[in-house]
């Protein structure tokens, strides 16, 4: 009897320690790797995005929702856009986000909208009135990084990943506050003619 | 049905000793089944539990290193990536560091110190039973997230602004934090448990110039762990907060400070290493007097060595960071410290020397590792001393220099120790003796592989390779030793692997255990292998170091406790004695469910600042449950 019980009990840890091995197993096949070298084929497929004759808006390439859109879902590649906002100056005209020479991003409203391939284009192939391309200083990688980092900064809706707060001056609300949506009593109606030129 | 039954309050001093010992096994025995198990409080079985969990630690953290060297055994490898290299460098140090090393002689310590000090059970046993708990929790934390891709990738003493909110994305770096609460949390309550055993339960006449030097070298950490973990738990308590909710601790630009990081972590990194080596100290004393047949040479030497080393622990810590910029002076100051330190170590090696001098050594195999703890440990010390030096740190500093000298001193001063305790004390905790010639495979497999495998480091240290590198380039000199250190890792694994197929072996098909196998000379000899529940069928009193020694056969004891209640005699702090009969907690299923709370709370916290909130109403609830009055006969007195 007690003999039985403890055969009985053994089975039982034996099958928690399996369970709980083979979920975790399960759980890390499931989440996608942080990539310091992403795959050359997914990298160059990057730059196939098509963009709307007006050039807002777009479909990204098929491998981007393959690989679960990494750019606007992954802490990682928000942090180095982060970083890469810092590196390439974006704040000489963006400022921390709120605008300055150039539109504001962390307002919500978006001259070209927010999707990441209207984004992507902008700081790929620039854009009137002064964003300059930087097709041939950063690469296409980068550039998507940079995009998801920039879309953050005004989102709409809260997400699970977002970049922590910088080492630096804190002269704005982080990142990973609540979504530009709330800072917005009714919501983005038409051209805001502080947002400087429309396109 | 017996007469003495119907006795109100039935004492030992009315029974004969079957008798006694039927009712008090009724009394403080843990009940069978999942139940029983986890609730119990008997501390031999939540030691033994500890020490197995750490064990298991081990030996995954082992398989890291051997992953790590697998990876660096040739240039250019592609085995593993940086991304998962940093991960498994740093896992591989956290876990042995806090998973492993202070756990598993806090574990030891568990299940002997109130053997050795001749009591029943530890003190605040249920604390004790919540400890392990959370152990095991934080343990699990750190693994599963590891298991999951999110496993910490900062090193494991996390230096910001790389840990960070701004150059540690995701939730890595905060997993790591929080699995330090967790093993801090339970290594603050069993340092508790093991001062107030070690200061309040001794058997009656162990006066403290009477206490083995193991329940010394305990005592001392125990202090050593009260004073330094608040450090670390500000430390990281601070960094969550940094990443959580925006505070700045660490942010310069707002009136943080990214040295203040360092220097709480390194207060009590510092300390740290001697938590980990003063058990060992311990442990070594125990078994050279033991093996040599004659009392440790200077004991009171040895216990002013102890106090000594655990003070001056405290004031050596910038020699951690004397690469990051502090005053010219301070760092002299700190070079002065570090090198003193080696004179209570020295003093101690002496006195082992002299004791094996003057007695007549038994080559057993847990004295082979002691043998091996020595030699190893010096040339760490004098490593040690190499880099307590500012200028030369300065050129090996995040070298393999320095990862072949804290291997040699927390390997050498440490594990080897612990592997000698371990051979030691099985037939008392297990009742039966690992294999003899096995043993001395292991060591020879253990300490030849050790040698081979972290000494060409110390070269590779000064032709220039640096830690933490996923790999190197064909360019580089180092290719050939790193394949040799790769293979003579095989040879370290080997031997480890040998001990553990002796241990389950031993604990499974060993021969039977007597009472005293070693004829050892401190108490926890003096009951059966495995002790009882209750450990003792009558309170054994002390008059000498070594009372099995000097009593021949007959020890006296002392009587008057309950039998039908946990009960147990409390003693004065300097002389023991004895003061009052103190009832001692039965099982509680409480502890489990607090600690289940409090790992809720914690983790929960990694997501929300909310979760401090909501997550105290069950910790609350679970907390009352412990501490409400069950009407059990421990409760009245």
Redesign the interface.
């Known amino acids: 009897m007690?003999r039985g019980?403890t055969l009985a009990?053994r089975l039982?840890l034996t099958s928690a320690l399996l369970a709980?091995?083979v979920g975790?197993?399960f759980?890390?096949w499931m989440?996608q790797?942080?990539?310091?070298?992403t795959n050359p084929p997914v990298l160059a497929d990057l730059s196939r995005f098509r963009l709307m004759s007006n050039g807002i808006g777009g479909a990204p390439p098929e491998s981007y929702f393959a690989e679960a859109e990494p750019y606007e879902n992954d802490?990682?590649n928000?942090?180095?856009g982060?970083r890469l906002y810092t590196w390439f100056g974006c704040a000489a005209c963006h400022g921390d986000g709120r605008g300055a020479a150039g539109p504001s991003f962390l307002d919500g409203w978006w001259l070209y909208g927010p999707e990441m391939v209207s984004i992507v284009a902008s700081i790929r192939d620039g854009r009137p009135h002064g964003m300059p391309a930087f097709r041939d200083r950063m690469t296409i990688e980068q550039i998507w990084q940079l995009a998801g980092y920039v879309q953050t900064i005004g989102a709409y809706s809260a997400k699970v990943?977002a970049?922590?707060?910088?080492?630096?001056?804190?002269t704005r609300p982080?990142e990973n506050r609540a979504p530009a949506v709330m800072l917005f009593e009714e919501g983005p109606v038409g051209v805001n003619p502080d947002q400087g030129p429309s396109p | 049905m017996t007469p003495l039954d119907n006795v109100a309050d039935l004492r030992d001093t009315d029974l004969n000793d079957v008798e006694l010992d039927r009712r008090l096994a009724s009394t403080w025995a843990t009940p069978?089944?999942?139940w029983g198990?986890l609730s119990t409080v008997d501390h031999k079985i939540i030691g033994r539990r500890y020490i197995i969990t750490a064990f298991v630690f081990l030996a995954l953290g082992g398989i890291l290193s051997l992953a790590m060297r697998l990876q660096l055994a040739q240039p250019e490898a592609r085995f593993i990536?940086?991304?998962r290299y940093n991960q498994i460098f740093t896992m591989h140090g956290t876990n042995m560091m806090f998973l492993f090393a202070v756990p598993v002689m806090e574990a030891m310590a568990v299940y002997l110190v109130p053997l050795m000090v001749g009591t029943r059970n530890i003190a605040f046993p249920r604390l004790n039973a919540f400890s392990y708990w959370m152990y095991l929790a934080g343990g699990?934390l750190l693994w599963?997230a590891f298991?999951?891709?999110?496993g910490p990738d900062v090193g494991w003493f996390a230096d910001v602004?790389l840990s960070?909110?701004?150059?540690?994305?995701?939730?890595r770096a905060d997993i790591w934090a929080q699995m330090i609460t967790f093993t801090e949390v339970s290594a603050l309550a069993v340092a508790v448990e093991l001062v107030v055993t070690v200061f309040k339960q001794r058997a009656p006449g162990m006066s403290l110039d009477q206490i083995p030097l193991f329940v010394w070298s305990m005592l001392v950490t125990s202090f050593l762990i009260i004073m330094a973990m608040p450090a670390i738990m500000i430390a990281s308590t601070a960094l969550i907060l940094d990443?959580l909710v925006?505070t700045?601790f660490?942010?310069?630009?707002?009136g943080g400070d990214?040295l203040l990081w360092q220097h709480l972590f390194w207060f009590f990194g510092h300390p740290e290493v001697y938590i980990i080596f003063l058990p060992a100290v311990g442990m070594v004393s125990t078994i050279v007097a033991t093996f040599t047949r004659r009392p440790v040479f200077g004991y009171l030497g040895m216990v002013m060595a102890l106090i000594a080393t655990g003070i001056l622990a405290f004031g050596l810590w910038v020699h951690h960071m004397f690469v990051a910029g502090l005053p010219r002076l301070g760092e002299s100051f700190f070079t002065a410290s570090s090198m003193a330190i080696a004179i209570p170590a020295g003093l101690q090696i002496f006195c082992w020397l002299a004791t094996i001098w003057a007695g007549r050594p038994v080559f057993k195999t847990p004295f082979l590792f002691v043998i091996g703890f020595m030699v190893i440990f010096v040339i760490g010390g004098m490593t040690g001393v190499m880099v307590a030096s500012v200028p030369f740190d300065t050129q090996v500093h995040d070298t393999y220099f320095v990862v072949a000298h804290f291997h040699y001193v927390l390997v050498g001063g440490a594990v080897f120790p612990l592997l000698g305790a371990i051979y030691y004390w099985f037939p008392k905790i297990t009742g039966r003796m690992m294999n003899e010639t096995i043993g001395r495979w292991a060591f020879g497999l253990i300490f030849t592989g050790f040698n081979l495998t972290f000494f060409p480091m110390h070269i590779l240290g000064l032709q220039g390779m640096p830690r933490r590198i996923y790999t190197y380039q064909p360019e580089m000199p180092w290719s050939g030793l790193n394949m040799f250190v790769s293979l003579s890792a095989v040879i370290l694994a080997a031997g480890f692997l040998l001990f553990f197929i002796d241990a389950i072996r031993s604990a499974l098909s060993g021969p039977v255990a007597p009472a005293n196998p070693w004829c050892a000379s401190t108490l926890e000899w003096a009951t059966s292998s495995p002790p009882p529940a209750y450990n003792f069928s009558r309170m054994p009193v002390v008059g000498s170091l070594e009372p099995l020694v000097d009593n021949s056969g007959a020890l006296p004891v002392a009587s008057g406790l309950f039998v039908d209640r946990r009960e147990l005699v409390v003693t004065s702090v300097v002389g023991a004695l004895p003061e009052a009969r103190e009832s001692s907690p039965g099982d509680s299923i409480w502890p489990l469910w607090s600690a289940l709370a409090t790992t809720v709370l914690l983790i929960w916290s990694i997501f929300t600042p909310w979760a401090v909130v909501w997550g105290s109403v069950p910790l609350a609830i679970a907390l009352t449950g412990w501490f409400w009055p069950k009407g059990t006969k421990e409760d009245d007195a």
């Open positions: 007690v019980r009990n039982l709980l091995t975790c197993g759980l890390g989440r790797p942080r990539e310091l070298r802490a990682y928000l942090s180095q982060k990943a970049t922590g707060r910088n080492d630096g001056p804190q982080s | 069978k089944g999942v198990a990536g940086p991304d699990l599963i298991a999951i891709d999110t602004p960070g909110p701004q150059y540690a994305a995701g939730k990443r925006g700045q660490f942010n310069p630009a707002e990214v």
